[in-house]
């Protein structure tokens, strides 16, 4: 099976830095992908990492290791707007597994001024 | 634009009462998903169908139907709703090809009193 692990909250001011780990065990999977929650919205997909290294869109990036069992979404210049909770997720490389997704528990970052 | 609804998006009933939430996307996607979200628990997969006709399991079912009679439309039924049920439930659908992109439904707000 595949379990995903992060930390539960992050707290950050305007204009800082955020990583957001992401820790998995599992036996194979397609990639590493990052959904953004905003308080009282829907998850809406941000970013996906298929091979290791360092994926950036914008002020968000995401990095994968497989070889570490680990991936971060790296949020930068960070804004108000950033305030919300982030989501990994992994798809299990089984035939079964299908189109379903594994989510982590899901970090909610505060921005504050 | 295409888009996936859900319907009601707030839902109050009471305890033994058959509850059903309507899901329709216009992706024109094989792939639906039924997730709940609950705090400390993220994202948890209750069914999904790859087409219709098609239904599984995911790892939440217990208490849940589903069924898929055409693309654009998989209704999820509480068959005797309980307190425990009490969540926000999402919808979510995804192309056939293997992807990790998932477009996620507004939300349904339901509590069992």
């Known amino acids: 099976g595949q379990s995903l692990e992060q930390p539960s909250e992050v707290t950050a001011v305007e204009g800082a830095i955020v990583q957001i780990n992401c820790t998995y065990q599992?036996?194979?999977?397609?990639?590493l992908s990052w959904y953004q929650q905003h308080d009282g919205g829907a998850p809406t997909f941000l970013s996906y990492?298929?091979?290791?290294g360092l994926e950036e869109t914008g002020r968000f990036s995401s990095f994968l290791s497989r070889s570490d069992s680990y991936g971060y979404l790296l949020l930068q210049e960070l804004q108000m707007k950033d305030s919300a909770s982030y989501f990994c997720?992994?798809?299990?490389?089984?035939?079964?597994?299908?189109?379903?997704?594994?989510f982590g528990g899901g970090t909610r970052v505060l921005v504050k001024p | 634009d295409a888009e996936i609804t859900q319907s009601p998006r707030h839902k109050i009933t009471e305890t033994g009462r058959q509850v059903t939430l309507a899901c329709h996307q216009t992706?024109?996607?094989?792939?639906m998903f039924w997730y709940r979200q609950d705090l400390g628990h993220g994202l948890r997969l209750i069914h999904y169908?790859?087409?219709?006709?098609?239904?599984n399991k995911g790892e939440v079912s217990d208490g849940y139907s589903v069924s898929r009679s055409n693309t654009e439309d998989l209704p999820l039924t509480l068959e005797s709703a309980a307190s425990s049920q009490t969540s926000v439930y999402f919808c979510?659908?995804?192309?056939?090809?293997?992807?990790?992109?998932?477009?996620f439904g507004p939300g349904t707000r339901l509590t069992v009193l």
């Open positions: 979510a659908s995804s192309e056939s090809l293997g992807t990790d992109t998932q477009y």
């Open positions: 599992t036996s194979g999977f397609y990639g």
């Open positions: 990492n298929a091979l290791d």
């Open positions: 997720a992994v798809r299990a490389m089984i035939k079964a597994a299908g189109n379903k997704l594994t």
């Open positions: 992706w024109n996607h094989n792939n």
């Open positions: 169908s790859y087409g219709v006709q098609d239904t």
